[in-house]
């Protein structure tokens, strides 16, 4: 089978939300010896573009958005041991931090977001569910995070999104990091309230986000933004 054959069959298994057959053409481009970086950008990337197109434009639904994210995954796990550490610490973009908020044991969003920035070469920090606010301060202190990503579908668990920027704010550290929310009690409102730098109404949403952030990162900007990013240009800053 040729490279563009394996590229086209990769992308397609994690269009599909076909694990075992995306982990297959993974595995297979690999001993093609096919750039690591190359079929990402080439097969996954792709793939979750047009899946979260189709997301958005009401083509695809929420199980097609979690099979290909699961698909996706099962290819990187082939895909990123093959990198050089030159090349995987010149393709990582940024680094976010990600979990469900202390209250909430809700990962589906989650996982979402996390399958989207990881094939576009964001390295993902996950802390799972139920996560402490100081948690996410003490990760992304750690692991040198660009952002703090918070999940949350409970609305009970929204006093501790505030929670996280204050004490960022006690500690002096606000701006070292970007915050984003989002989930079903989220609102563009609640995210200005308390002082975050983004909102994503759906998975679909928050990994642009995270993009634009980084993008905007990359070219200066930093924590807080006078006003939360939602979908679009970064304009903020």
Request: proline share 5%; with cysteine.
């Amino acid at each position: 089978m040729g490279a563009q054959d394996l590229l086209e069959g990769l992308k397609q298994a994690v269009v599909e939300g076909d694990e075992d057959a995306a982990a297959s053409f993974a595995e297979q481009a690999i001993g093609a010896e096919l750039a690591p970086l190359e079929i990402i950008k080439g097969a996954i990337n792709p793939a979750m573009d047009d899946v979260g197109q189709a997301f958005e434009d009401g083509e695809a639904f929420l199980p097609e958005l979690i099979l290909a994210g699961d698909a996706a995954r099962a290819a990187l796990d082939y895909i990123i041991p093959s990198i050089s550490a030159d090349d995987l610490e010149g393709s990582v973009q940024g680094t976010v931090v990600i979990g469900t908020i202390f209250g909430d044991a809700h990962d589906i969003g989650k996982n979402i977001v996390s399958a989207i920035l990881a094939a576009h070469g964001i390295k993902i920090v996950d802390l799972g569910i139920n996560v402490p606010p100081k948690a996410y301060i003490e990760a992304a202190l750690k692991e040198e995070a660009d952002i703090i990503a918070i999940s949350s579908l409970i609305t009970t668990s929204l006093p501790y999104h505030r929670e996280v920027i204050n004490t960022l704010r006690d500690r002096g550290e606000r701006e070292k990091f970007f915050v984003i929310v989002g989930g079903g009690p989220v609102t563009p409102e609640w995210t200005a309230e308390i002082g975050a730098d983004g909102y994503g109404r759906d998975a679909r949403d928050a990994a642009v986000v995270c993009q634009q952030l980084l993008a905007g990162r990359a070219e200066g900007k930093t924590a807080p933004l006078p006003e939360p990013v939602t979908v679009g240009a970064l304009e903020h800053g």
